[in-house]
């Protein structure tokens, strides 16, 4: 008899931790939301911040009532943060998605896209080498690649990192207008000197603004004199 019992109360106390765990397994899923956002039904918290479907601010409110007025735009009730309080927005989680998506794909393929380009000089470089390297350069910058300018030393040049350095500075000097160091000039295995530019959106559309009116003020002239 004593076993019997026994054995009754540890099924009991197996079968109790079944349900105990399953309770649990329940309400996890109940906390964890279906997608990336906590949508309707899935907000755990009883009352948020509501922010209304044209991002006006409408206050504090149960999550149910919030929810109801979401269904009555045909919408859905998003939580948007949970820091300092809960705040959710009404909006078409449908499009917020596809918007979001989209955006997502569009700069995953800018980065795609961007380039790490590589310039070589010499030290003893002339003016007009110098100048198809910045033009070339300028092309690149223009696209949204990065560059790497190197000038490698040779020989004696190797006791005149100053000569690579002035190099990269006249360089630089050509190119400053649409874009930015990343790094200062450095030697990189005691035999290059490095330095990385990107471009600069803001310089970039300057530039472009004011060569399209220095375009259109040539033109403009060009028409003048052949009216004379």
Do not use: C
């Not at 100048?131 to 949204?144: D, I, N, Q, R, V």
């Not at 190099?167 to 000197?193: G, H, M, Q």
Request: glycine letters at 4%; proline letters at 3%; aromatic letters at 6%.
């Amino acid at each position: 008899m004593y076993l019997f019992d026994t054995f009754l109360a540890r099924a009991n106390e197996t079968f109790l931790l079944i349900i105990l765990r399953r309770i649990i397994i329940i309400q996890d899923r109940r906390k964890k939301p279906k997608s990336s956002h906590y949508v309707n039904r899935d907000i755990p918290y009883s009352r948020v911040f509501l922010i209304d479907s044209e991002g006006s601010k409408v206050g504090v409110m149960s999550t149910s009532e919030a929810i109801e007025r979401a269904k009555s735009q045909k919408m859905d009730l998003v939580l948007i943060s949970v820091e300092p309080k809960p705040i959710a927005r009404i909006l078409d989680y449908g499009k917020f998605k596809y918007d979001r998506k989209k955006k997502q794909k569009e700069l995953k393929e800018k980065q795609t896209n961007i380039q790490n380009r590589e310039i070589r000089l010499t030290p003893m470089i002339g003016e007009n080498d110098l100048l198809t390297k910045s033009k070339k350069a300028t092309e690149f910058l223009l696209k949204g690649d990065r560059i790497k300018v190197s000038v490698k030393l040779r020989g004696r040049e190797l006791g005149r990192k100053d000569l690579g350095i002035n190099v990269l500075d006249r360089f630089y000097s050509k190119v400053e207008v649409i874009a930015d160091k990343t790094t200062e000039p450095k030697l990189v295995n005691e035999r290059f000197l490095d330095m990385n530019l990107q471009p600069n959106k803001t310089k970039i559309a300057k530039y472009l603004k004011e060569k399209n009116q220095t375009s259109d003020e040539n033109s403009s002239n060009s028409d003048s004199k052949e009216g004379e």
